[in-house]
């Protein structure tokens, strides 16, 4: 009995030194769960397409003041304008979030292996918001001539922050689950953007006319739901079958 | 042969505690040097000190947390300011017992140096069984720290640089009095107003008072918070050069009070208030 618990504790003793050499020097968070069948069979896959619109009364653009910060008010010319809500023609809104929120089932999906690049630019983020997929490498990157700090607010994933001076190398980093993760900057406070993380590769950020198209969706039942910063959520189900090309609208209300 | 056979008894443990058996013991557990914490020991403690503030599910929602500012840390999330580790990552079962050593300026949370060692072990147990953060990742080691470098002019002036480049004064202001242009606007991770320190009001940190704890604020930010990391924009002997700055904006700025102090004593009345220096 006594052998056995001196057993136990070198076990417990090298099963720490082997968790915390695993962990030493990469801080991308171990993920939950398994992951496997990557094989995507895109026969007979469905397209979903379609605009997402603000109604009423277009919001008026507020102008952004960098005085804060000399270094980033000599890199602007031209008024810096607010992104929270960007529209384009006939009340297309743009910066919306399209996705699959349910009916993958126990679908699992490997992240691609090229990473996604979140830059800091003119003291905003380029771009506003960020699309990609959890355990996908995430390059912050700096082309500014001042110090950013980036600071991503998340519900489900660790929160971290990390200060980051003109011409440094990009920070990689990784979100392990999915979620829509406000990021701001303290030193600047007017910058503010969101890295939205996915399971899956069915979601898509509207551009300026509004436009979304998901692609290669296997057929099936889906729930569709469009997230925007300041209107909140839309959601829609869909039915869609074997080689079907699907719109869809959602209208935002002011 | 024998030695085989303990061999592979070794192996088959480590089979059983990567398939979860010991994670979940792990969790229960607390290791600061040669002390365990028992978490079913701690929890006893905790519902009689801890409770009032941290809440019985410490989530930081105990029935005193409306009347708390800062408010009380939520354990649920498994975010702490303290550590040793790099920002994102879970603090060290050690990081836990200092804070609660410690306790945190500013703050309602005291220094529980009354309570044995073991109870604090126990209690830093008991905490950690709160999020889930605790049985599913394990915290990195503890950044590496070389020794100090000498706080001589040039190390000062350096760090003087570092101050206005990294921006450190956006926040913390360009003296230190914790009055930048970002100040205002600067909340925590649960959305309530966060001052950044001011460097006027003493020589303890929220961390610890050392040159250490300094560099180590620093170095792994205070996770929950405006302040980050400078682990991947500073060296390490640029962080010691900032160190060394931050303590003559204190000396500064105690030396300034001084003069003024004595000045108000010369001058007698005969000064009205605010008036230019000569
Ligand atoms: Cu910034």
Known sequence: MRTRINYLQIGVTAALVLLTAHGAGTRTLRAIGTSSEAREDTSGAATLSGIVKLEGSQPVATRINMAADPACLKMHSAPVMSEEVATGTNGALKDAIVYISDGLGNRTFDPPTEPVVFEQKGCTYNPHILGMRARQTLKVANSDPTTHNIHPAPQNNREWNLSQPPGSSPIEESFAREEIIPVKCNVHPWMKGYIAVFKHPYFAITSKDGTFDLRNVPPGEYTIETWHEKYGVLTQKVTLETNQTRTLEFVFKR | ?278
Request: charged share 20%; hydrophobic share 30%; aromatic share 8%.
């Open chain 2, 1 to 278: 042969m024998k030695h085989n056979r303990m061999r592979a008894h070794f192996a088959g443990i480590l089979v059983l505690l990567f398939a979860g058996v010991g994670q979940v013991t792990f969790a229960q557990e607390s290791h600061i040097g040669g002390l365990t914490g028992e978490a079913s020991r701690g929890k006893k403690l905790y519902r009689r000190y801890c409770v009032g503030c941290h809440g019985p599910l410490g989530d930081g929602r105990g029935e005193n947390a409306p009347w708390i500012d800062p408010k009380p840390r939520d354990f649920v999330t498994g975010t702490f300011k303290c550590r040793s580790t790099p920002t994102g990552a879970l603090p060290t079962d050690e990081d836990l017992y200092k804070s609660v050593t410690r306790g945190f300026v500013n703050s309602n949370m005291p220094s529980w140096l009354p309570l044995t060692r073991q109870q604090r072990a126990d209690l830093v147990a008991y905490v950690k069984t709160f999020s889930s953060s605790f049985r599913e990742e394990k915290p990195p080691s503890p950044l590496s720290m070389p020794s100090e470098s000498a706080a001589n002019q040039q190390s000062i002036q350096s760090g003087n640089e570092l101050y206005q480049k990294m921006n450190c004064w956006s926040c913390h202001g360009k003296e230190g009095r914790g009055d930048g242009p970002s100040a205002q606007t600067l909340v925590d991770n649960r959305g309530y107003p966060i001052p950044p320190y001011d460097f006027s009001v003493g020589t303890r940190f929220k961390c610890g008072e050392s040159n250490q704890d300094l560099y180590r604020i620093l170095m792994t930010g205070l996770d929950g918070t405006p302040m980050p990391s400078f682990a991947n924009g500073l060296t390490p002997a640029q962080a010691w050069d900032v160190v060394h700055y931050i303590r003559t904006l204190q000396m500064n700025v105690k030396r300034k009070k001084q003069t003024a102090e004595n000045e108000k004593k010369d001058g007698g009345e005969s000064k009205p208030v605010g008036a230019q220096p000569e």
